[in-house]
Structure formats: C-alpha cells, structure tokens
C-alpha cells in the first residue's frame, strides 16, 4: 500500500492495538517504490499503463500527484478502481522468513508487490489450520517445496462454507506462477472482492469492534500517592 512492498508478513509482525485492531510493525525489509498509486478500469492491467519513471519527490509531490491523477481518470471513465500498491516495481534481493517467501524469491529471481500476497495466503492458511502450508524440518527443504510442491489441505474436502472460500483465496495467494497470483495485478482492490470478504465494508472497518478487545485487567495502572510518597506498586504480570 502507498508504494510500499512490506517482504516480511508473518505473525511475528502483525501487533494487536488496545482497541482490537491490528497493525504492522518491522519495516526493515521493505522497499519503496516512487510508483505513484493508480486508478484503473476493471478491464486494464499493468502492462498496458504506462510505466512511471523513477523520480526523487518530496512526499507533498508525490501525494499532489496521486491526487491529480486520480481525479483526472476519475473524471474520464466510471467504474475504475484504485491501485496504491507498487504493482510494476520490480527486486532481486533474497529477503523474507523462510516458509513464508514467494517460490520467485526462493528460486533466487526477481520479485513485486505479488510476494506480500503470498505472505499473506501463508499466513492465512497458518491460522486457519496451524501450521504452514510448506512446512520441514530445515529451510533448505522449506525453499524447495515452496518452489516445487503442490499446495494441498488438511482434508480432502472443506468442512464448512467458510472454509470453501478460505481455500478458494488461499489457492488464489498461493499460486506459484506470480503474474496469475490473486493480488499481483490490482493489488488489494482484486483480493476485496473474493466471496471471503462478502459483507465486509472495509471502507468502515476500523469502526467495527473486532472479535476480541484486549482486556484492562494485564495493564500496569499508576500507583497512588500519600503525602508525596508512592505507594509500593502492586506485582505485575507482563507475560
């Protein structure tokens, strides 16, 4: 989102806010991209906009100019969608967590935004069924299922319609070949629309109170005072 290829989506670095939302930390290994963020129609891929030179812009520049460009398409064709992800930006570093790195990046090629994608139908599948979907016992044998074994389920057959189109998004993240992997092309607005998120209004979400809300009662609270002296704190538990 908003140029940036985040490389490193895993547990480990999605945090819990206090009002239940979550929020990414650790950027270390991101890359930015001067891409500025496009609205296309459902129709159009990446390879028939045309390419934005590298330019080295002041943030106000940069954000005047999505504005302006988005505005001027807005105004030309209905029915568009935003694109903010980095789509055509392009690397060949060897970055990430082992069983959560794209088959494009554990072969040793260049990798996009389409490997954040990925991460994230890694991570969904982590949570649903807990365990990678290419999980072994070393890393060396991690890379090469990732590069080469077939994705697969628990089970045969989903036990629910929730999970039907939990492995239907999956298997659209998950796709080997990163050119028809869900996400690559539109970014976030192409993975919206998935029957998985039907009725969810994103555009409202952090509105909504999620699932679990982390609980007062493991929060330090400040000591009273008496006669300009603290009083001794109580034990604390922060694990």
């Known amino acids: ?25 650790d950027f270390d290994l991101s890359l930015c991209s ?28 940069k954000l005047f100019n999505r504005v302006l460009r988005s505005k001027k398409v807005q105004t030309l064709e209905p029915n568009r969608l935003f694109v903010a992800e980095p789509v055509t930006a392009r690397s060949g570093s060897f970055v990430g967590t082992h069983e959560y790195v794209a088959p494009e990046v554990a072969s040793g ?3 996009g935004n389409a490997v954040d994608w990925w991460a994230f139908g890694v991570f969904l599948y982590e949570i649903i069924y807990g365990r990678t979907p290419f999980a072994a016992p070393t890393n060396d044998i991690i890379l090469r299922n990732i590069v080469k074994r077939p994705l697969s389920f628990p089970t045969d057959s989903p036990a629910t319609m929730f999970e039907l189109h939990a492995r239907s998004l999956i298997s659209g993240l998950l796709n080997k070949d ?5 996400g690559s092309r539109r970014g976030a607005a192409e993975v919206k629309v998935h029957p998985f998120f039907k009725g969810l209004n994103f555009a409202l979400i952090r509105t909504m109170t999620p699932p679990e809300v982390p609980s ?14 603290s009083s001794k704190p109580a034990a604390f538990d922060f694990f």
Request: no cysteine; hydrophobic share 30%.
């Open 178 to 182: 990163p050119s028809k992997r869900l």
């Open 34 to 61: 001067d891409s500025i963020a496009a609205v296309e129609s459902s129709s159009s891929t990446p390879e028939n906009q045309p390419h934005s030179s590298p330019r080295r812009l002041t943030r106000l520049a």
């Open 216 to 229: 007062d009662v493991r929060r330090p609270k400040k000591s009273a005072t008496f006669g300009g002296r």
């Open 109 to 111: 090629g260049s990798h």
């Open 1 to 25: 989102m908003l140029g940036i290829i985040y490389r490193d989506l895993k547990p480990e670095n999605i945090l819990v806010r206090s009002d239940g939302h979550i929020m990414l930390s």
